[in-house]
């Protein structure tokens, strides 16, 4: 059998694994242009991790494939949850299900658990700028195919961990028009989408466009058991482990610090502070106030506000967009293409009412009428709970444009070699426009918690020391009884919106050049080269009000953040080289070696080179044996480098500066000596006033990070039982110098082990009843810590033959995560190294702290994911059962290097505590039918048809819903239909 109809053979029979896409929806190949197999003859496309053309059905690279059908057959409320249940997905990604730290409708895409920076994105194999894949239209996507292995030298930077890959349709003709709708089991959550699709092809080309829309309503935490309180499990210095409802110290009725020579009023109180009864004016020390529970006692319920019920487990989102896809053949030989994407999303996020306080920039004068305790608050001395002014919200309106367009075509050289060539420019935008809601303007508050005196005559209060000395324009309030209508008159009117705008931009100048060389012995040697020019580009303007200064506060008091303004550019050359060694000898059906490289030069660091080589041996025509070993990077973003301050609100889970004594510690200066220090955020479990930032702004020096991607796999393609396909690969990443945002228990940590460059970044009250607590602290980012990751991959795809009752299709991917083991500072003192697999790493944890990615403010990495399908078919009729799997994990570790202390810190018993999770199975169902007669398809479906629920991981682990949205699904069962009609 020559190689010609080899390969045609494979590609028959590939196009019956494709069936079975269809249903599972998962491929561990990618989906091949198919060929009148009359003709003899294949085309050759290029796949997603090389830019050479091939023919070969499986290569070195480890693909998996999401084909149209398997989307067309889903019931997920976005692309993003799609592919985010991939095994291959894991760690934290941001999705509609997070709301503290979400609420954008934006979803990333995170591969190997290191990060979306990390993993980059494609439309057609070029570089999509905001990376968002709920914002393409689903209607648009004929396929994704996800890379799971490191492709710098195909890509350049980002690319480490791996690449998605959006293939767009094409050469469509027709017209489709589609609508859905959806509602969760407790009847919320309801999504509706209409989309409407329509091509026209022809011999001198072809178009196609399409508009879609996509409605997702919010759901309230307090729709949800698991989420509806906000559960803490905490123990103390003083405390033994206790369970409560609660969450935020920061409550309505105030969270005062006791001031000195007062304490005897209160004795035996543990927790140093005070909350005003709730029927009280708050004007009588003695009568109007009682000690802060932080747990439920004998003398009542826990103080702590339960800030959960208002916050959301989906938050609301709305999108319409379209979408232009075409091409047009000049000559034989040449053609001009056009793609063009436009998505409008509208978002929101919802959190609790403004903590309002002295942290956050307000100052209580001891001259107030309304102070009963004579003393000034500032610092770390009192903070309460806005409720008077709503729930905390921001609506944000995003607009993504993406337009690739050029010429392509192709010629022929010596020897009859076949070229393509292509000449193409990129553009992305993406604008961002965001309104934050229920914040107190601080310049206008804190007059009226300034000097304030009763007026016998009039009966009235008024700002200044006196009659004589009354201050125009100020409105005193009582900041502690925020109950009183005059208090709540004083925040309404003190209530303002701020607005702020990000711009970004891309621009890609790209010239590609592929084809043979010469034939050898065993085929064609082919190389790939190509050249482009690309520019980034980000700026942002933030309202006035929400202007962080440096104690992390701004005028609004929450949501601060700064301006950013920059851009980089680079310049980029590649080079691969396709050689075929053997063939067709005893042991070796085909010997081909792939060789990469891409040259790259930054503005702003200097060049880099990454090269890539990789293997493919087939002993048997069944059977591949592949490698690949890559060199990989990512440079610095503009936010990496220019990001200007934003305010964080971090916890940490220790301090090593209790009980000080003096000797030096770097960490601890202005911490009294007298061995009584304690930090409060620690022992209270609250969280700090933090500013995080670029690497300018705190003057961290910053350059690329470096690594390499190893994959070792096999398939099997078993001619002998038809429609079997199996695989397994190997795989290893590592990073040195990871560019990563420093979190505050990593500051901390290295420099109280002596690392000095990172002491100036905490600031501690010098004096005052607050001395030695943190004021604030800088989060900076920099290069700073070792990864290394590895694990292996499975698959399995099986088309069944066909049978009587019908054909049935069975599919399995999973991924084991092996070791995920990452050096806080390698080579310093003070360096730590984690180990993640198969441990939850809790919000406030040092370990959270240094997960790259980590913007839920968690992260999880199972050792085990995996997704199953089986699918069934007979005439007109189909069906699906799709399974999730998460593996078991633990939350805690009973090792002091790995100790994340999820239950408190401050006394032995509460080192070393862990506790262990099950295994998470989610079940969705689909049914599909066909009426040919008048070219509609019925779909319905079930996801989570169990209803399972997520684990409860507690209020002091989590940022949100007492569990991680990132990994689980927060919805509970949902219904869902689809009506899809062909003209």
Same mark, same amino acid.
């Given at each position: 059998?020559?190689?010609?109809?080899?390969?045609?053979?494979?590609?028959?029979?590939?196009?019956?694994?494709?069936?079975?896409?269809?249903?599972?929806?998962?491929?561990?190949?990618?989906?091949?242009?198919?060929?009148?197999?009359?003709?003899?003859?294949?085309?050759?496309?290029?796949?997603?991790?090389?830019?050479?053309?091939?023919?070969?059905?499986?290569?070195?690279?480890?693909?998996?494939?999401?084909?149209?059908?398997?989307?067309?057959?889903?019931?997920?409320?976005?692309?993003?949850?799609?592919?985010?249940?991939?095994?291959?997905?894991?760690?934290?990604?941001?999705?509609?299900?997070?709301?503290?730290?979400?609420?954008?409708?934006?979803?990333?895409?995170?591969?190997?658990?290191?990060?979306?920076?990390?993993?980059?994105?494609?439309?057609?194999?070029?570089?999509?700028?905001?990376?968002?894949?709920?914002?393409?239209?689903?209607?648009?996507?004929?396929?994704?195919?996800?890379?799971?292995?490191?492709?710098?030298?195909?890509?350049?930077?980002?690319?480490?961990?791996?690449?998605?890959?959006?293939?767009?349709?094409?050469?469509?003709?027709?017209?489709?028009?589609?609508?859905?709708? @959806?509602?969760?089991?407790?009847?919320?959550?309801?999504?509706?989408?209409?989309?409407?699709?329509?091509?026209?092809?022809?011999?001198?080309?072809?178009?196609?466009?399409?508009?879609?829309?996509?409605?997702?309503?919010?759901?309230?935490?307090?729709?949800?058991?698991?989420?509806?309180?906000?559960?803490?499990?905490?123990?103390?210095?003083?405390?033994?482990?206790?369970?409560?409802?609660?969450?935020?110290?920061?409550?309505?009725?105030?969270?005062?610090?006791?001031?000195?020579?007062?304490?005897?009023? !209160?004795?035996?109180?543990?927790?140093?502070?005070?909350?005003?009864?709730?029927?009280?004016?708050?004007?009588?020390?003695?009568?109007?106030?009682?000690?802060?529970?932080?747990?439920?006692?004998?003398?009542?319920?826990?103080?702590?506000?339960?800030?959960?019920?208002?916050?959301?487990?989906?938050?609301?989102?709305?999108?319409?967009?379209?979408?232009?896809?075409?091409?047009?053949?000049?000559?034989?030989?040449?053609?001009?293409?056009?793609?063009?994407?436009?998505?409008?999303?509208?978002?929101?996020?919802?959190?609790?009412?403004?903590?309002?306080?002295?942290?956050?920039?307000?100052?209580?004068?001891?001259?107030?009428?309304?102070?009963?305790?004579?003393?000034?608050?500032?610092?770390?001395?009192?903070?309460?709970?806005?409720?008077?002014?709503?729930?905390?919200?921001?609506?944000?309106?995003?607009?993504?444009?993406?337009?690739?367009?050029?010429?392509?075509?192709?010629?022929?050289?010596?020897?009859?070699?076949?070229?393509?060539?292509?000449?193409?420019?990129?553009?992305?935008?993406?604008?961002?426009?965001?309104?934050?809601?229920?914040?107190?303007?601080?310049?206008?508050?804190?007059?009226?918690?300034?000097?304030?005196?009763?007026?016998?005559?009039?009966?009235?209060?008024?700002?200044?020391?006196?009659?004589?000395?009354?201050?125009?324009?100020?409105?005193?309030?009582?900041?502690?009884?925020?109950?009183?209508?005059?208090?709540?008159?004083?925040?309404?009117?003190?209530?303002?919106?701020?607005?702020?705008?990000?711009?970004?931009?891309?621009?890609?100048?790209?010239?590609?050049?592929?084809?043979?060389? !010469?034939?050898?012995?065993?085929?064609?040697?082919? /190389?790939?080269?190509?050249?482009?020019?690309?520019?980034?580009?980000?700026?942002?303007?933030?309202?006035?009000?929400?202007?962080?200064?440096?104690?992390?506060?701004?005028?609004?008091?929450?949501?601060?953040?700064?301006?950013?303004?920059?851009?980089?550019?680079?310049?980029?050359?590649?080079?691969?080289?396709?050689?075929?060694?053997?063939?067709?000898?005893?042991?070796?059906?085909?010997?081909? /070696?792939?060789?990469?490289?891409?040259?790259?030069?930054?503005?702003?660091?200097?060049?880099?080179?990454?090269?890539?080589?990789?293997?493919?041996?087939?002993?048997?025509?069944?059977?591949?044996?592949?490698?690949?070993?890559?060199?990989?990077?990512?440079?610095?973003?503009?936010?990496?480098? !220019? @990001?200007?301050?934003?305010?964080?609100?971090?916890?940490?889970?220790?301090?090593?500066?209790?009980?000080?004594?003096?000797? @030096?510690?770097?960490?601890?200066?202005?911490?009294?000596?007298?061995?009584?220090?304690?930090?409060?955020?620690?022992?209270?479990?609250?969280?700090?006033?933090?500013?995080?930032?670029?690497?300018?702004?705190?003057?961290?020096?910053?350059?690329?990070?470096?690594?390499?991607?190893?994959?070792?796999?096999?398939?099997?393609?078993? %001619?002998?039982?038809?429609?079997?396909?199996?695989?397994?690969?190997?795989?290893?990443?590592?990073?040195?110098?990871?560019?990563?945002?420093?979190?505050?228990?990593?500051?901390?940590?290295?420099?109280?082990?002596?690392?000095?460059?990172?002491?100036?970044?905490?600031?501690?009250?010098?004096?005052?009843?607050?001395?030695?607590?943190?004021?604030?602290?800088?989060?900076?980012?920099?290069?700073?810590?070792?990864?290394?990751?590895?694990?292996?991959?499975?698959?399995?795809?099986?088309?069944?033959?066909?049978?009587?009752?019908?054909?049935?299709?069975?599919?399995?991917?999973?991924?084991?995560?092996?070791?995920?083991?990452?050096?806080?500072?390698?080579?310093?003192?003070?360096?730590?190294?984690?180990?993640?697999?198969? %441990?939850?790493?809790?919000?406030?944890?040092?370990?959270?702290?240094?997960?790259?990615?980590?913007?839920?403010?968690?992260?999880?990495?199972?050792?085990?994911?995996?997704?199953?399908?089986?699918?069934?078919?007979?005439?007109?009729?189909?069906?699906?059962?799709?399974?999730?799997?998460?593996?078991?994990?633990?939350?805690?570790?009973?090792?002091?290097?790995?100790?994340?202390?999820?239950?408190?810190?401050?006394?032995?018993?509460?080192?070393?505590?862990?506790?262990?999770?099950?295994?998470?199975?989610?079940?969705?169902?689909?049914?599909?039918?066909?009426?040919?007669?008048?070219?509609?398809?019925?779909?319905?479906?079930?996801?989570?048809?169990?209803?399972?629920?997520?684990?409860?991981?507690?209020?002091?682990?989590?940022?949100?819903?007492?569990?991680?949205?990132?990994?689980?699904?927060?919805?509970?069962?949902?219904?869902?239909?689809?009506?899809?009609?062909?003209?």
């Amino acid at each position: 059998m020559n190689h010609t109809s080899n390969e045609l053979f494979k590609a028959v029979r590939y196009a019956l694994y494709a069936g079975t896409t269809a249903v599972v929806g998962l491929s561990a190949a990618p989906v091949l242009a198919q060929d009148d197999t009359s003709s003899q003859k294949l085309e050759t496309i290029t796949v997603t991790g090389s830019n050479i053309r091939r023919v070969d059905i499986e290569t070195s690279n480890p693909v998996v494939t999401i084909d149209r059908a398997a989307i067309e057959k889903t019931g997920k409320l976005t692309l993003g949850d799609l592919v985010q249940q991939l095994p291959a997905v894991t760690g934290p990604n941001t999705n509609p299900q997070v709301n503290n730290s979400g609420g954008t409708g934006f979803s990333s895409i995170g591969l190997r658990g290191l990060g979306s920076s990390r993993t980059l994105v494609l439309i057609n194999g070029h570089r999509y700028l905001s990376g968002d894949p709920n914002a393409i239209p689903a209607n648009m996507i004929e396929r994704i195919e996800v890379l799971t292995d490191g492709a710098s030298s195909v890509y350049g930077s980002d690319a480490i961990a791996g690449v998605v890959n959006f293939i767009l349709r094409s050469d469509y003709q027709g017209a489709e028009f589609s609508a859905d709708y @959806g509602i969760s089991d407790r009847d919320d959550g309801a999504s509706k989408g209409y989309s409407f699709t329509f091509g026209q092809s022809s011999d001198k080309g072809s178009i196609m466009a399409g508009v879609n829309y996509k409605k997702i309503d919010g759901v309230l935490a307090g729709h949800r058991e698991f989420s509806k309180n906000s559960v803490s499990r905490l123990g103390s210095t003083s405390s033994p482990i206790g369970t409560f409802v609660g969450g935020s110290s920061s409550s309505p009725y105030g969270h005062i610090k006791i001031p000195a020579g007062m304490a005897d009023l !209160f004795p035996g109180c543990s927790s140093g502070f005070l909350a005003r009864n709730p029927s009280a004016s708050g004007l009588n020390v003695a009568t109007d106030y009682h000690c802060y529970r932080n747990n439920a006692t004998a003398e009542g319920p826990s103080d702590k506000y339960n800030y959960a019920t208002v916050n959301l487990v989906m938050t609301p989102q709305e999108r319409t967009g379209l979408f232009l896809n075409g091409n047009y053949k000049i000559t034989d030989n040449v053609e001009a293409y056009l793609n063009v994407l436009h998505n409008k999303t509208s978002a929101a996020f919802q959190l609790a009412p403004a903590v309002f306080g002295t942290p956050y920039g307000a100052f209580i004068s001891k001259d107030s009428y309304y102070n009963p305790f004579g003393v000034d608050f500032a610092g770390n001395t009192f903070t309460a709970r806005l409720e008077s002014l709503g729930n905390r919200s921001a609506s944000s309106g995003t607009s993504n444009d993406q337009l690739s367009t050029g010429f392509k075509g192709s010629f022929s050289v010596w020897n009859d070699q076949q070229w393509n060539w292509e000449l193409g420019f990129d553009y992305g935008h993406v604008h961002q426009s965001t309104t934050t809601y229920g914040l107190p303007n601080m310049s206008v508050l804190n007059p009226g918690m300034g000097p304030s005196f009763y007026d016998q005559t009039s009966g009235q209060v008024f700002c200044g020391t006196g009659p004589d000395d009354i201050i125009d324009g100020c409105t005193p309030f009582n900041p502690f009884n925020l109950q009183d209508p005059n208090t709540i008159a004083a925040l309404q009117a003190a209530a303002s919106p701020g607005v702020s705008n990000l711009f970004s931009k891309e621009t890609v100048k790209r010239l590609d050049l592929n084809g043979g060389l !010469f034939e050898l012995p065993a085929g064609t040697m082919q /190389l790939a080269v190509g050249y482009n020019y690309r520019t980034e580009y980000i700026h942002s303007n933030v309202d006035t009000g929400l202007i962080v200064d440096f104690n992390g506060n701004c005028t609004l008091g929450s949501q601060c953040g700064s301006a950013l303004q920059g851009g980089y550019n680079v310049k980029e050359a590649y080079a691969e080289l396709f050689v075929p060694i053997l063939k067709d000898l005893p042991f070796v059906h085909a010997l081909n /070696l792939t060789v990469g490289d891409r040259w790259s030069k930054y503005n702003t660091f200097g060049s880099t080179n990454n090269t890539k080589f990789a293997l493919e041996w087939r002993p048997i025509e069944d059977l591949l044996l592949r490698g690949t070993v890559s060199k990989v990077f990512r440079a610095p973003t503009i936010g990496d480098i !220019f @990001g200007g301050a934003a305010s964080d609100a971090p916890k940490i889970s220790r301090d090593p500066c209790d009980g000080y004594t003096g000797g @030096g510690n770097p960490a601890c200066v202005n911490v009294p000596t007298d061995g009584s220090f304690v930090n409060e955020n620690v022992r209270q479990a609250l969280q700090l006033s933090a500013i995080a930032s670029g690497a300018a702004f705190a003057g961290f020096p910053i350059g690329p990070e470096k690594g390499k991607s190893f994959d070792f796999g096999i398939v099997y393609d078993p %001619h002998w039982l038809e429609g079997l396909s199996v695989s397994a690969d190997v795989w290893r990443v590592y990073l040195n110098e990871n560019i990563t945002g420093i979190g505050a228990q990593q500051v901390i940590d290295l420099c109280s082990a002596g690392q000095t460059a990172f002491c100036p970044l905490i600031r501690r009250y010098p004096s005052g009843p607050s001395q030695g607590q943190i004021q604030t602290l800088i989060e900076p980012t920099g290069n700073l810590g070792r990864v290394d990751v590895g694990g292996v991959d499975f698959a399995l795809n099986y088309r069944l033959p066909e049978f009587s009752f019908g054909r049935f299709n069975v599919g399995l991917n999973a991924t084991y995560l092996k070791n995920y083991d990452l050096q806080t500072a390698p080579g310093l003192e003070g360096n730590t190294t984690y180990h993640f697999a198969g %441990h939850f790493e809790n919000y406030g944890s040092a370990q959270a702290a240094a997960c790259p990615g980590a913007g839920g403010g968690v992260c999880l990495f199972p050792r085990w994911r995996a997704q199953s399908s089986v699918g069934w078919q007979m005439g007109p009729f189909d069906a699906s059962w799709a399974m999730r799997y998460i593996h078991r994990f633990r939350m805690g570790s009973a090792s002091p290097s790995q100790d994340s202390h999820p239950y408190g810190t401050g006394n032995p018993s509460l080192d070393g505590l862990y506790t262990d999770y099950g295994s998470t199975v989610y079940h969705d169902i689909q049914f599909g039918y066909n009426l040919e007669s008048l070219n509609t398809r019925f779909d319905i479906g079930v996801n989570n048809v169990g209803d399972k629920q997520p684990p409860f991981l507690y209020a002091n682990n989590t940022l949100n819903a007492n569990t991680d949205p990132s990994d689980f699904d927060l919805m509970g069962r949902y219904y869902w239909g689809r009506v899809t009609v062909k003209f």
